[in-house]
């Protein structure tokens, strides 16, 4: 153990932080808390930390974070050994990239990765959970993208939208009935364009026609 601890200290670590934009409320940790839980465990450890990262771009989709792409390339030249992160989801949410860590991981190109929520081992079951706690990372991404198209769909169908509809009210459930008089001028106007009238003739008929959007403050 000793030994592994001297290799550790050893090191050139980079700390990758990256921002959830895959949980819509918002819960996991921000960058500036990513970044000073991963310090404290470097200090724990004694882990040598050179560089500090941050990434704004989501996980989910491959090749679309030009700031994981800098540091895999600078693992490649021998710029870092590891990586220290605060979670594996944060380092890879898609197959391809979860992949490439794992096999920079096999061919000793990455010689450790750290995580504040995460036991690493460069071993078979070290790898074996790792490769388990990415395809979990992608499995939430894939369920929420999943669940929020389901909720926008039904919502359509339920006639609900957060988006303001002219000539129409919403009700005390969220959804949208035609606003009588309102609802026929808006009609109308859209007949009109489709005639081929221009935007001030539709304009000048809505305004002639006493037609007034309310907003709420």
Known sequence: ???????????????????????????????????????????????????????????????????????????????????????????????????????????????????????????ANGKMLLGMAFVLSKQYSDKLSQDVTRGVRRRHREGKTPIFKHGYLRDENGIYRPDGEKFDLIKDAWLMRANNQSLEEVAKYLNENNYFRLIKG
């Open 1 to 123: 153990d000793d030994e592994n601890q001297v290799d550790f200290k050893s090191l050139k670590y980079v700390l990758y932080a990256r921002k959830s934009t895959d949980d819509p409320q918002r819960q996991l940790r921000s960058i500036p808390d990513q970044i000073d839980e991963c310090k404290k465990l470097a200090e724990r450890l004694g882990l040598n930390i050179i560089d500090i990262l941050e990434e704004k771009k989501s996980a989910k989709i491959p090749r679309r974070r030009p700031v994981f792409d800098s540091m895999i390339q600078a693992i490649e030249k021998g710029q870092y050994d590891a990586i220290l992160a605060w979670h594996p989801d944060r380092l890879a949410r898609n197959a391809l990239e979860a992949g490439v860590l794992i096999e920079m991981v096999d061919e000793e190109i990455i010689q450790d990765l750290k995580f504040v929520t995460h036991h690493f081992s460069p071993d």
